[in-house]
């Protein structure tokens, strides 16, 4: 596989991986299901972008054999683009969910 197909593969990862805590309402997927309040979603989220972090580290480190030397601004940047994924799975929760409820 090129390196091409394997950026699409990991930003395919995050991008599920911001909006899987979204999509459930079980604490960290294998919970009990219950209600979450906002707090436990954006808890969830953020373990999700740490999660996906250490993946892509993992697969650069795999990929290249080393790892590059990043700045703040890198995971500020990385951060900002994982809250524009989580974008889907927000609206879906706090937007459509209680509207199909009600209906």
């Known amino acids: 596989m090129s390196l ?3 950026s699409l593969i990991y930003i395919l990862i995050a991008f599920l ?3 899987l805590p ?3 309402s079980r604490r960290f997927i294998v919970g ?3 209600e979450k309040s906002l707090v436990w979603y954006l808890g969830e989220w953020l373990a999700m972008y740490f999660l996906a972090g250490l993946i892509g580290m993992g697969m650069e480190w795999k990929l ?3 790892l590059s030397p990043q700045g703040w601004e890198f995971y500020v940047i990385a951060l900002c683009m994982f809250a ?7 609206i879906w ?3 459509v969910l209680p509207l ?3 209906s």
């Open 84 to 90: 524009v994924f989580a974008i889907p799975g927000f």
């Open 32 to 34: 009990p299901p219950g």
């Open 64 to 66: 290249d054999g080393q």
């Open 100 to 102: 199909l409820r009600k």
């Open 22 to 24: 979204w999509l459930s």
């Open 4 to 6: 091409q197909h394997w």
């Open 17 to 19: 991986a911001a909006n």
């Open 93 to 95: 929760r706090f937007n």
